[in-house]
């Protein structure tokens, strides 16, 4: 996770912000900014939301999707979108109260390490 975390923090395209009690991180989330195949817009792709169990339903999520959405803005974008698991029906609708909508589906499937030659 920690080699993960280091390229993620180095690359310009994405940006982690975190929500604070204290000292303590009780939230984060993870967020691409980048072009469009579809769109002459840049759109920001929320990658990753998290919130400590004891943080949930305070607000933390909503401040966390804010601060993203206005950091994306501040970067270009004028799209957002979030991809969740099929499985995760209570963060479907915390993402639909946030304004969010179901647009499509997503499909996963990994990929066999490169050869070497």
């Given at each position: 996770?920690?080699?993960?975390?280091?390229?993620?923090?180095?690359?310009?395209?994405?940006?982690?912000?975190?929500?604070?009690?204290?000292?303590?991180?009780?939230?984060?989330i993870g967020v691409r900014?980048?072009?469009?195949?579809?769109?002459?817009?840049?759109?920001?792709?929320?990658?990753?939301?998290?919130?400590a169990r004891d943080s949930?339903?305070?607000?933390?999520?909503?401040?966390?999707?804010?601060?993203?959405?206005?950091?994306?803005?501040?970067?270009?974008?004028?799209?957002?979108?979030?991809?969740?698991?099929n499985h995760r029906a209570?963060?479907?609708?915390?993402?639909?109260?946030?304004?969010?909508?179901?647009?499509?589906?997503?499909?996963?499937?990994?990929?066999?390490?490169?050869?070497?030659?």
């Amino acid at each position: 996770m920690r080699k993960r975390l280091e390229r993620i923090l180095a690359d310009k395209d994405y940006d982690t912000l975190v929500s604070l009690d204290g000292e303590r991180v009780v939230g984060f989330i993870g967020v691409r900014v980048g072009p469009l195949y579809e769109d002459d817009r840049l759109y920001a792709q929320i990658m990753a939301l998290a919130v400590a169990r004891d943080s949930q339903r305070r607000g933390v999520g909503a401040r966390l999707v804010q601060a993203a959405e206005s950091m994306a803005i501040a970067r270009g974008a004028g799209i957002s979108v979030i991809t969740s698991g099929n499985h995760r029906a209570d963060a479907h609708e915390f993402y639909e109260k946030n304004g969010y909508a179901i647009t499509g589906r997503r499909y996963k499937k990994s990929l066999p390490p490169p050869t070497q030659r």
